[in-house]
């Protein structure tokens, strides 16, 4: 397809040809749900843990006998039903994290952009660099583009000086287009490519390569 590049100015200045197979597919519901909740479930700590019956400050000795006091049966006061006892079922360390096959990130990245493009939430704009670093470059270089919302921009390169710029900024996320994040992407208003980005997700994950693979095998 093809599509408006937008000029530091905000105004149209060429075109660019988008591959149908990121930008204008039927998006899948079901991978982008998988690629979000994998990566809300790897950046989970684990560190959430209470104490069992048997990690409990106390004494060991069965408060009373066994029978003929007229009470329930107890046999330790770190027992669950007890104040201060141990917790039943309570929640230990563990590893949330798992690995989720590459071809359904690929698909979950596809579908949200193209989900992105069909909603008007998408813009590629000219290649640019924040030099300085400086949170107010990045700022004045964004606000051709429109009011402040929680935007994704996604550059062409590892750019530390633009990335470093644009991290004080609280509506921002700096991505680079072969580090994409799901989560970012989904739930951004608006999603800002770099033209040097867009060729980039056409040459990774357009259909051009899926040719290639095919001819290599």
């Known amino acids: 397809m093809e599509f408006q590049v ?13 591959d149908d197979e990121v930008f204008g597919r039927v998006p899948s519901e079901g ?7 994998n990566e809300l479930a790897n950046a989970r700590v ?8 048997g990690e409990v400050v106390g004494s060991k000795r069965k408060p009373w006998r066994q029978k003929g006091t007229g009470r329930a049966r107890a046999g330790s006061r770190q027992s669950p039903i007890w104040v201060g006892g141990g917790r ?5 360390p563990r590893d949330y994290s798992y690995q989720l096959p590459k071809k359904v990130k690929r698909l979950a990245y596809k579908s949200i952009l193209s989900w992105k493009t069909q909603d008007e939430m998408l813009d590629v704009v000219e290649d640019f660099r924040v030099d300085s670093g400086k949170t107010k470059d990045c700022v004045r270089v964004l ?22 710029a644009g991290r004080n900024i609280p509506w921002l996320t700096v991505l680079t287009y072969n580090r994409l994040r799901a989560h970012e992407l989904f739930y951004s208003k608006r999603i ?14 357009g259909s051009g390569k899926a040719e290639s693979e095919g001819a290599r095998a």
Do not use: Q
């Open 88 to 92: 039943a079922f309570g929640p230990r």
């Open 46 to 53: 684990g560190t959430a843990s209470t104490k069992t019956r």
């Open 31 to 37: 991978s982008v749900y998988h690629a979000v909740r």
């Open 6 to 18: 937008l000029g530091l100015d905000g105004s149209r200045k060429h075109t660019i040809e988008l």
């Open 143 to 164: 606000s051709a583009f429109g009011e402040p919302r929680k935007t994704v921009l996604v550059l062409g390169d590892d750019d530390a000086l633009t990335k470093r």
């Open 192 to 205: 800002l490519l770099t033209e040097s980005a867009a060729k980039g997700l056409n040459a990774m994950y």
